[in-house]
């Protein structure tokens, strides 16, 4: 068994134990003999997994009583429509775009009404984050959208958006539970969890208890009004139930590890490392401005699509894989998530050096 390095920005790397355990537990799950994937979700066997993967995240981030967590499915796509659905009351809303999914986002809510651009980074090819302390917010608004954590560009917001007393929907596919985040000032947090969390398909939705109603948008399927999981505990229907037990277990590996203030420490440590060797780099360089770099995905070039396509190949031989851009902005791209061990950053700038040394 090899494993490498993987930088994919998602699906992407998980824990070791995590995986292990899970290989353990697959034919016989704690004498149960049949795996976590062949049990009905109505077993007091699956009510515990789901159960307690729910107290942990709450410990995690400290979630108060006023907020229900939701494991979903659909992805973070199927959000996209579902919070307009949801929270649309005045079918008007404002929205921030840094990026792809941002933009993405607000297309979806403009099915349903008026999602007006408070702020936007495509001047710059989404290279930084727009001001947010002063926009163009109006009465009429039911929210204000922020993607919190661009993954395909690398940004971050280091602070919220003065939402003028409007309730904030945050996408935090990449960046949840990287570091500690104070979940009241939010309405709803939500996140595909195949980036920092679990497999793909389930997506994790914390919302403030008020902003769970009945009436929704006309025509709003009772699968996507968020009041039909809340009041089923998530399971109206089958829930991903595989993929909420590996979440389940993700949530112990960071809890065993200390918690989100122990994950920050080290996820800064490990960004640390790449930002300044790309700061001091002859041949390679970020493509972010500085103040607003992500610590999860950190794209970065060498100016020359020839040398960048050499690199991803060559890396790739080292075992380090999956470290090319996005295509659509080609060049380089390291998502360096909670599970991303220190040493596979320090073998990755090891190699960059390596290379800039060969190449310039
Ligand atoms: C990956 C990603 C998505 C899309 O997630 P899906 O689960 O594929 O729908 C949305 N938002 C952000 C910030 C992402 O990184």
């Avoid at 929205?95 to 999914?101: D, L």
């Avoid at 109603?213 to 229907?237: F, H, I, V």
């Avoid at 920050?264 to 607003?292: H, I, P, Q, W």
């Avoid at 599970?339 to 190449?359: R, Y």
Wanted: net charge negative; charged share 25%.
């Amino acid at each position: 068994m090899a494993r490498v390095y993987n930088f994919s920005a998602g699906p992407a790397v998980l824990p070791e134990e995590v995986l292990k355990e899970a290989a353990e537990e697959m034919m016989d799950y704690r004498g149960c003999g049949m795996s976590v994937m062949e049990m009905s979700h109505r077993s007091k066997m699956y009510d515990d997994i789901i159960t307690t993967a729910e107290a942990d995240l709450r410990k995690l981030l400290s979630v108060p009583d006023n907020y229900k967590v939701l494991f979903l499915q659909g992805g973070a796509s199927l959000q996209f429509a579902a919070v307009p659905m949801n929270l649309m009351k005045n079918k008007k809303a404002g929205y921030i775009v840094t990026g792809q999914w941002a933009k993405k986002a607000r297309a979806e809510a403009s099915i349903y009404g008026d999602a007006v651009e408070l702020a936007s980074s495509a001047d710059k090819t989404f290279s930084y984050i727009p001001e947010v302390d002063d926009l163009p917010i109006t009465d009429d608004m039911d929210y204000v959208y922020i993607c919190e954590n661009n993954t395909i560009y690398g940004t971050k917001y280091q602070n919220l958006p003065n939402t003028k007393g409007k309730d904030l929907v945050s996408d935090v596919s990449s960046c949840f539970l990287s570091e500690p985040m104070d979940v009241t000032k939010y309405g709803v947090v939500y996140g595909g969890v195949q980036k920092n969390i679990g497999p793909a398909g389930v997506v994790i939705n914390i919302i403030r208890e008020d902003l769970i109603r009945e009436d929704c948008l006309e025509g709003t399927p009772t699968m996507m009004k968020w009041k039909t999981q809340a009041d089923n505990g998530s399971m109206y229907n089958t829930p991903p139930c595989y993929g909420i037990y590996i979440c389940g277990k993700v949530f112990k590996w960071i809890l065993d590890m200390g918690g989100l203030e122990v994950m920050k420490e080290r996820n800064v440590k490990k960004a640390k490392l790449l930002y300044d060797f790309l700061d001091n780099s002859r041949l390679f360089r970020g493509t972010v401005v500085k103040k607003d770099r992500s610590l999860m995905n950190v794209p970065f070039v060498t100016g020359n699509d020839e040398l960048d396509a050499r690199f991803v190949a060559e890396a790739k031989e080292a075992g380090l894989e999956n470290l090319k851009g996005h295509r659509s902005v080609g060049g380089m791209r390291a998502s360096i998530y909670n599970a991303m061990p220190l040493a596979g950053v320090e073998k990755l700038v090891a190699f960059m050096e390596d290379f800039e040394s060969k190449n310039s």
